[in-house]
């Protein structure tokens, strides 16, 4: 299932853009190709992201895997619960599981990012 509402990109990463705000995570098929996650290194509250540049990686049982940030801007928030419960990204990805909130620079472009059906293309 891929939510609608939400923006995505190839790399797997969906956001929900808020205003001047993102909510970042990785999507349900990103998740169930890594299987069991074990440890999220985050990017630093007030580190800036690059569009498309590495954000933090995804430790799973059998290997690591790069976030990519989908928009540039500045850390404003880690899900600092998933220190402890890694597992929230595989059971809830677009819930609990989402990994950091950035506010977006501006004109930091959105045009290359999927929407729903686009994003079930790549996918299916």
Do not use: R
């Not at 190839?10 to 990103?30: L, R």
């Not at 630093?44 to 990519?68: L, M």
């Not at 819930?95 to 950035?102: E, F, H, N, P």
């Amino acid at each position: 299932m891929v939510p609608e509402g939400l923006k995505y990109t190839h790399d797997h990463e969906w956001v929900k853009i808020e205003k001047d705000k993102a909510v970042i995570g990785i999507t349900d098929y990103a998740q169930s190709e890594l299987g069991d996650i074990i440890f999220i290194e985050f990017p630093s509250v007030g580190d800036k992201v690059v569009q498309n540049d590495i954000s933090g990686t995804i430790e799973a049982v059998k290997t690591v895997a790069d976030i990519f940030s989908p928009l540039s801007g500045e850390v404003v928030e880690v899900n600092s619960e998933l220190e402890d419960s890694p597992e929230y990204v595989n059971s809830d990805p677009y819930g609990k599981g989402w990994l950091i909130k950035i506010k977006i620079d501006q004109g930091s472009e959105d045009k290359p990012l999927l929407d729903s059906n686009q994003y079930s293309e790549i996918i299916s």
